[in-house]
């Protein structure tokens, strides 16, 4: 099983709501990650987790709230979000990189949350 | 962090064979040169990786001359299903202790437009 599911697919919200995009791997991956991608443009990494804990966070405003329960489970919450912050929202999952890396170490991505911020 | 250049388009015509060159100039000994093909509002999907020479699969192959500093998707017999945006991706490994997570730094990728 190489699948990392997302949900909800859509989600639209006010910029006084408060809503979560889940993601989920049971590939046993010890290392997952959230990015964002605008339209027309590549995807950019916001946070990267290994073993549960925060490694990568790239200056990503505090509105963006990661969040990773549990090696199989990572949340992506959201507050006061601004309507440029519409965009579809990737998680990706892949081993942890051990010495050096070996072609398993590859990232697999979810189908993504399109968000719309209104 | 390496960075990658791709052509920004290709077009092409169905049943062609598509080679998409990427140049990698600052490549790192350690480092792997993945492949994602990309759908419009889909995750990008995993192609191709390798690290040296030719590596072929079911769907692509990938040719990397010696050097590594180049490297070259070949998708044979294209369909209009192939019509995508595809990224090449290199190292670009962070450490922390013993254990390392990817950083990947999309580049602008290539936009395939197969024609019938």
């Known amino acids: 099983d190489t699948e990392v599911t997302q949900t909800p697919k859509h989600l639209v919200m006010g910029m006084t709501n408060k809503k979560s995009l889940k993601c989920e791997q049971h590939?046993?991956?010890?290392?997952m990650y959230w990015y964002k991608q605008k339209a027309k443009k590549p995807p950019e990494l916001m946070f990267v987790?290994?073993?549960?804990?925060?490694?990568i966070n790239e200056s990503v405003p505090s509105r963006f709230s990661p969040e990773c329960p549990n090696s199989s489970l990572l949340n992506l919450h959201l507050h006061a979000l601004q309507p440029e912050d519409s965009a579809l929202y990737l998680c990706?999952?892949?081993?942890?990189?051990?010495?050096?890396?070996?072609?398993?170490?590859?990232?697999?991505f979810g189908p993504g949350t399109r968000l719309t911020v209104l | 962090l390496a960075k990658t250049t791709q052509p920004i388009s290709m077009d092409s015509y169905e049943g062609q064979e598509v080679n998409i060159t990427c140049s990698h100039n600052?490549?790192?000994?350690?480092?792997?040169i993945t492949w994602y093909q990309q759908f419009p509002s889909q995750g990008p999907r995993f192609i191709i990786q390798?690290?040296?020479t030719k590596v072929t699969n079911e769907v692509a192959s990938l040719f990397i001359p010696a050097d590594r500093k180049s490297s070259t998707l070949s998708l044979p017999r294209v369909s209009l299903s192939d019509t995508a945006v595809y990224y090449c991706?290199?190292?670009?490994?962070?450490?922390?202790?013993?254990?390392?997570?990817?950083?990947?730094?999309f580049g602008t990728g290539t936009r395939l437009k197969v024609l019938a």
């Open positions: 990706a999952s892949s081993q942890v990189v051990r010495g050096q890396p070996s072609s398993t170490d590859t990232q697999y």
């Open positions: 590939m046993g991956h010890r290392a």
């Open positions: 987790y290994s073993y549960e804990k925060l490694s």
């Open positions: 600052n490549i790192a000994t350690n480092d792997y």
């Open positions: 390798g690290y040296k």
């Open positions: 991706l290199v190292g670009d490994i962070l450490y922390t202790g013993t254990s390392g997570t990817y950083k990947y730094i």
